[in-house]
């Protein structure tokens, strides 16, 4: 990310933010906003980016194509569908409405459960200040206010669906934590709620990891608000709210997401800013759902992408993604770990050849240690002749 996390300058509403021109290759330079809303297409309303989204573009912040995407507004669900691979991923409505119907339980006393499990003494006391308000800017704006107010009254005070801002790679994304609670010695706190259950105090890891980073983000939104806020400090251990066992009885524990924001940090600040990626970018590319599907695959092939088995539970075009790298014979599709011991190689066809002795530098350690294993695998097969130039 070009702007730094947590001292680069405030998040913007659109409107208000200092117009950048791209200098479009080969174009003459057009405002920022209207050469992304180009990207998007004319009638396509930007789509938000929210936590769970930046939450998976960090954990791949190589992948510029969903940099661009993503800062764009780009619906990546419908780009996918006309693309002809549609996505698997996303939460299927019936869970959807599980965790919504979890929510307003563990909410429908005003949020008293949540405040004894943080160490209220007296919940029903605790303020509760509206903080709606038109549009996301206005919602932003209502919520520092209202997190300012609170820390300077000292009391208790429960926030619902506060709404957040941070800017990535270049552009505003809005967040919306389920609650934030604030403590009477100005410890503001992120609350999750979550519809998996905790079972014998205990949930499934995967889905605790990604609920921290999430959670991280969260962290890292309310702390650029606390920069400007006498006597605030966000927690860095957030209040994971689950069903228990297998009933629907809330039961909650706290989570420390000091780990996960520290490598979101790291891993914003790697991404390349929108406005420079769309700069190199030929001039009349789209991703609107309305185009061609052949115009649209150029469109995304103009963009590097960095796939890795890990996209298909966490981004809308994995399925195109992983075609593309498979007809490529990219290595990537065999997981990061791999393309790591690989090294320069990048191509199936490179290791294999590699590994058979027809390429390759045999003083080269991988190329060495290919051989190796292709002499092992002919041994324990029957032996047939080493390769040429295994060295075993
Ligand atoms: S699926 Fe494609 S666009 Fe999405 S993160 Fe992976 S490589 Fe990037």
Sequence with gaps: MNATLGSGPDPQPPHAR??????????????VRQRLAELRG????????????????????????????????????????ALGSPAAYGQSQFAFMRGNAFEARV???????????????????????????????????????????ATAEKTWTLLDHPMLALEVAGTPAYLEPDAVVVHPDGRWTVVEIKSFPMLDGSADPAKVGAAARQAAVYVLALERIAERVAGAEVGHRVLLVCPKDFSNLPTASLVDV?????????????????????????????????????????????????????????????????????????VETLGRGVRGELGGLTTVAAVLDAAEGRAGDPADPTVAALRRAAALRAEALGGAAAPTGAGV
């Design 42 to 81: 004319p009638a396509v309303a930007p789509h938000p980016m929210d936590a769970r989204a930046l939450a998976a573009l960090a954990a791949n912040p190589g992948c510029e194509r969903r940099a661009l995407l993503d800062g764009a507004g780009v619906n990546k669900t419908a780009l996918a569908q």
């Design 258 to 330: 000091r780990k996960q924001r520290s490598v979101t940090v790291r891993q914003l600040r790697r991404m390349r800013g929108v406005a420079e990626l769309a700069s190199a970018l030929p001039p009349g590319t789209t991703f609107d759902p309305s185009e061609e599907p052949s115009e649209l695959a150029a469109a995304v092939e103009s963009v590097e992408a960095a796939y890795a088995p890990e996209c298909l539970s966490a981004c809308e075009l994995a399925f195109h993604c992983r075609e593309r790298a498979r007809e490529a014979g990219a």
């Design 107 to 149: 909410k429908s006393d005003g949020g008293t459960e949540l405040l004894r499990l943080l160490g209220a003494d007296d919940p029903a006391a605790a303020r509760t200040p509206d903080v709606s308000a038109a549009g996301p800017e206005g919602r932003t704006a209502r919520t520092a206010l209202a997190l300012r107010e």
């Design 18 to 31: 200092r117009e950048t021109a791209v200098p479009a290759s080969g174009a003459a330079a057009v405002p």
